[in-house]
Every structure is written in C-alpha cells, then in structure tokens.
C-alpha cells in the first residue's frame, strides 16, 4: 500500500475518525478518489458513496439515511456546503487533498460482516436505497465476477467507479474514461476514441451507451481499435440492432453483456455472438435474451405483487414474472432502512432472496430473459404490454432512435425519439402496419434517460414530460 495512504489515513485517524465512521466521499473519479477509500478500509472506517449527478434533494435525502460523522470532498464543495443544512450537520468536514506529518495507524482488522461502502441505488424504484456492502459481500461479489474478467495482465479502462475498485483489488491498471459524470448525455465518443487509441488499452468496461456511441462514430469514420480484446457491458439493455453495431465496430473483442443491478452483480451474462444468435432465432415475444444465469446465482421467476413477500412459490402467470435471486454476491441488507429491506427481500429460512423489480421469463436450460420494470408493465382490454417486448420492436422501425409505451391519464401512448424530423412521417406508416398501430403516437426530441448510465428510459420524468 502507498505511502499517500498511509498518510492519509493518519489525517484521518487525527481529525477523529474511528473504526466503523461512515465518510461521505463526494469527490469525482480520480487517483485521489481511490486514495481517499483505501485510506479509510485502512482504518476499518466506511465510505459512502454519492454520484456526482445528484441532485441537491437527493444528495440531502442520501445524507440523512447515512449519518455521516465525516464529509470528505474538494475546497469548492466544501464551500457549497454551506447552503446545505444536511451537510453542515456532519460534524467533520475533510480536505481531499490533506498532507499530514502525524504517525501513521495500524491497518485496522475488519470482519465479513463489517460496513465496507455504501452505495446508493439508482432510484428507479422510487426512493433510493442505501446498499450496505459489507467486506463478505464485496469479497463475494469479487469472486463472482472473476470468471468473467481477462486473465491477463491488461489495461482497462472504465467508465464505473465500483469497477475500478475491482481493477485495483485484482492488481489491473486502469484509465479512468475522458468524460463528465454529470451530463452522460453529452458524452463525446470522438475523445473517447482518441483516448483509447492513444492508450493502447486492450480492456474496456462500459454501460451500453456509451459503447455503442462509440462503436458508431468509429464505424462512421472507418476507424479500429487492433488493441481492444475484452468488452464487458453493463448498467443498462442491449438491444439486436445495437449488438450488431458493437460487433461490426469491435469484431476482433471478446464481448460479453452482464446483467445485474447495485444488489446482485452478476445475474446473467452472454457473449456477444451467443447473444445475436439467440435474440436472431427467439420469438417476438420471448423477451430480451440477457444470458445464461450465472453458476453464483440461484434465481427464480415469481408472480408479480405490489406487497412483501415472505414466499418465493408464488407461480408467475405464463411463465412470465419477477425476477428474484439469491446467492452469497446478493446484497442481503440496507441501511437504516427497515421499509427498503420489506419490501425488496424476501426471507425464506435463513436464506435472503432479492426482488429485482424486473419481469422476466427462465428457460429449462437456464437462459434468462427480461421484459423490463415491473412497474412499468401496461395492461389493456385484458393484454399485457411489456416495455421491452415494446422498446425492443421499435429498434427495428427505421427511423426511430428509441421509443416506449406509457400510460397518461388511462391512455396508451407510443413515446417516440425520431432520427430526425423527417423521419416521422414515414415511421408513422411503419406502426400502421405493425402489432401497436391503434396506439397514439408522441414524438419527442430528447428521451429522459437514467443519470448514471444514460441508458435506461427515465419512465417517471417521461410521463411528467408528455403530460
């Protein structure tokens, strides 16, 4: 371990925070970021993570799940903390950057069952959850997604925080990817590419939009990557037409999709070509083919429910229902949050089964495929409408860039994001003669996406912007 560490987790231990301290860590993916988490594993204290996109209201919200007793960041947020009454309640407030000439701690012993990170979900199922990620599920989760990490001794670059973490755990280099965590929208995959043609990185770990931006500006300008062996995705669906692009851009990559989420990570996972093979040859209404079920998962498909559960026999309606796993890489807790554990766990014995919140359907040998949010699923005149049966035919539409189905006021209505608008006219046509042509039809210009990884539909911001 680095001196820097070291003596960072002597500031630390000097400002006063001990064993067992949660830290708010909210400084951008840096060196620095990574110096400033081991230096508190160093001393057994917990970091807790927060996205740089996130909104005040949030971040406040975050806070008073956390309880910090340490907030850690650069001199100008520290300055901005002031307007924030939940950040002026942590009563140590760090440098980022502290130089210190004190002595330097013992590493402090740390159990399984001990607080390592917390981290915070997404959203998407409405308030975020505070996952309490103990060493034993971080060493757990490690070992789980070791099968599917080159064994070779390569540079990665990463897109993911948590995922550089992984690198350093397993003695990788990484480059931290030339973007603005902030606005993922406005990801240039020209810097990109310059960057990893001047790297030579032959490992890269991204969320599925930000390679396919990639794979097409490279594609459009004829341009390869000879370098590039290994691809994993993750964070967000892969549809057929954007699978091709990625194997026409990277054709010399071993590519594999990873399906997972903040608490259970891997769940599926597929090759690339496994992936076009199945998808090109499943039914239209099979749903979108996320892999094989990893060996370290056990996962089975329930039927839907708006309450806790406390069984997992519930039998799901034509095979199709929620997804819930279980698995010792399963985050089996939240903190401070009894209501997120109620309803996100079901307990069977001594065994913690996690509802995913996404629907599904499991072949007898073990391929697993979506078909998107539970809560997002729409039913009319007695049929049921799945997002990704939805999102995923319209991909094929010429002209349309991304589209879904929501309901407004009882009302079905195709949300369209058009290649442009002389596109519309003739996408109209197309849905006249396809499965959804009594649907009324919204073009929009800009589809919501999540913040983190840009690519998952932001559902309830869509809603609130056709309304």
């Known amino acids: ?55 005040k209201k949030r971040m406040e919200h975050c806070c008073q799940i956390a309880d910090c007793r340490g907030f850690v960041a650069p001199f100008k947020l520290r300055v901005l903390s002031v307007f924030s009454q939940e950040l002026r309640k942590i009563p140590l407030h760090l440098y980022a950057s502290a130089k210190i000439h004190a002595k330097i701690p013992e590493i402090n012993n740390v159990n399984a069952s001990d607080t390592a990170l917390i981290t915070f979900t997404t959203g998407s199922t409405g308030t975020p959850k505070a996952a309490n990620r103990t060493h034993g599920f971080l060493r757990a989760q490690y070992d789980a997604l070791q099968p599917l990490l080159s064994t070779e001794s390569i540079v ?68 390869k990557l000879h ?41 599926a996972h597929t090759s690339i070509s496994d992936f076009i093979k199945t998808s090109s040859t499943a039914s239209q209404n099979q749903g979108l083919y996320v892999g094989e079920v990893d060996a370290s998962s056990e996962v089975k498909i ?93 991909k094929t539409i010429d002209g349309i860039v991304v589209g879904t189905l ?14 442009n608008k002389n596109q519309m006219e003739s996408i109209i046509i197309q849905l006249q003669k396809s499965p959804y042509s009594h649907f009324k039809v919204h073009f929009i210009e800009k589809m919501p996406m999540d913040k983190r990884h840009n690519s998952k539909i932001d559902y309830e911001l ?3 912007i056709v309304t």
């Open 156 to 223: 990665d670059i990463t897109t993911l925080p948590i995922v550089l973490l992984l690198n350093l755990a397993n003695n990788k280099t990484s480059v931290i990817a030339d973007f603005n965590p902030r606005k993922p929208a406005k990801f240039n995959p020209e810097i990109i590419f310059n960057q990893l043609e001047k790297t030579q990185v032959a490992s890269l770990t991204f969320s599925p939009y930000f390679l396919v931006e990639t794979g097409k500006y490279m594609i459009k300008n004829e341009l």
């Open 302 to 394: 329930i039927a839907f429910a708006d309450e806790p559960l406390n069984s997992i026999h519930n039998k799901a309606e034509n095979g199709i229902g929620e997804i819930v796993v279980n698995g010792n890489h399963v985050l089996t807790s939240y903190f401070n949050s009894n209501e997120a554990f109620r309803l996100n766990k079901i307990v069977v014995g001594k065994t913690v089964w996690h509802r995913t919140g996404d629907a599904g359907s499991i072949t007898q040998d073990n391929k697993l495929f979506l078909f998107g949010r539970c809560k997002q699923i729409l039913k009319f005149n007695n049929i049921s409408y799945y997002p990704f049966l939805i999102e995923q035919y319209l």
């Open 406 to 419: 929501i309901e407004i006021n009882g009302i079905p209505i195709l949300v369209i994001k058009p290649l």
């Open 1 to 55: 371990m680095s001196n820097d560490i070291k003596l960072y987790a002597a500031y630390l231990s000097k400002k006063g925070i001990k064993p067992g301290d949660r830290i708010l860590v909210f400084v951008p993916m840096s060196i620095n970021l990574y110096k400033i988490v081991l230096a508190t594993f160093y001393i057994g204290a917990v970091a807790v993570f927060l996205d740089e996109w996130v909104s």
């Open 227 to 267: 370098n590039l062996k290994h691809i994993l995705v993750g964070g967000g669906p892969v549809f057929l037409p954007d699978a091709h692009i990625l194997k026409q851009a990277f054709p010399n990559a071993d590519i594999t999709f990873v399906y997972g989420s903040t608490e259970a990570e891997p769940i």
């Open 462 to 464: 869509l809603s609130n």
